[in-house]
């Protein structure tokens, strides 16, 4: 074990990550069903951020939001082949675990301070995104006779309704706040700060019992849209969320 951790080291990676992906490794050869192996693993994992062949992978959004299954994606490449293919996908690309696990067990497997920050991403950017795509329906459908063309009215009226401004001004407040450049395109990494910086804003501009409502509105279109066996959008958002009560 001792030079398989250091063969990773000599990749890049610090001692943690490299045992983190051995625990993996040794686990699932050993007989562990891979799923929990995984959580064990997440849990020794450390960095934050790392560059893995040629892509960046930034685990931790806005430096407090933990997206855990971009980390699972990352550390499956360590295991490819290994794993049932189906299961895999369905955890990667749906959310779908293999083995339900009680949120208390979650947290146990991964450590407290991850769960922690997974709250934060869940709450943060799935359920934020959840939000804007709850508004929009409503716009859409208050503008049903006008099918054509809308998309760009019904974007900015559900940013409107929820942020109170439109979101090039919003997106435009957040680059400046983060020293980020401006331009046309968002990147996806973009994408899931400006959203978990969003929820903030909200957070900071609403009263208490309008957030409690936002919050309650958008947990209960994803559970329809799982319900649902998630449709194409719900599938994007839902990605970045385990099935896990939460509590």
Not at 38 to 50: N, P, V
Not at 90 to 97: E, V
Not at 132 to 145: G, L, N
Not at 183 to 191: A, C, P, R, V
Request: aromatic letters at 12%.
């Amino acid at each position: 074990m001792l030079e398989s951790a250091m063969m990773y080291q000599k990749l890049g990676l610090c001692r943690a990550d490299a045992e983190a992906i051995q625990h993996l490794r040794q686990a699932v050869s050993s007989g562990r069903h891979w799923y929990f192996a995984l959580l064990e693993a997440i849990g020794l994992w450390t960095s934050g951020e790392e560059i893995y062949g040629d892509q960046y992978y930034c685990y931790l959004v806005g430096g407090e939001a933990f997206d855990w299954l971009l980390l699972a994606e990352r550390l499956c490449l360590e295991i490819d082949g290994l794993l049932p293919e189906e299961e895999k996908v369905n955890l990667l690309f749906f959310a779908s675990p293999p083995v339900e696990v009680s949120a208390s067990e979650f947290r146990a497997l991964i450590g407290e301070a991850k769960y922690r920050a997974y709250l934060n991403y869940l709450y943060g950017v799935v359920v934020e995104e959840a939000l804007i795509a709850v508004v929009e329906e409503e716009v859409q459908k208050e503008r049903s006779r006008f099918a054509n063309g809308q998309s760009e009215y019904v974007q900015q009226e559900a940013y409107r309704r929820v942020y109170g401004a439109d979101m090039g001004s919003l997106l435009e407040r957040f680059r400046s706040e983060r020293g980020h450049p401006s331009g046309d395109l968002i990147t996806l990494l973009e994408q899931k700060e400006f959203t978990y910086w969003l929820f903030k804003y909200r957070l900071e501009n609403s009263d208490k019992e309008r957030v409690a409502s936002d919050t309650k509105r958008a947990l209960d279109w994803l559970q329809r849209q799982w319900r649902a066996r998630m449709k194409p959008r719900a599938a994007t958002l839902s990605r970045n969320m385990a099935r896990l009560p939460v509590g």
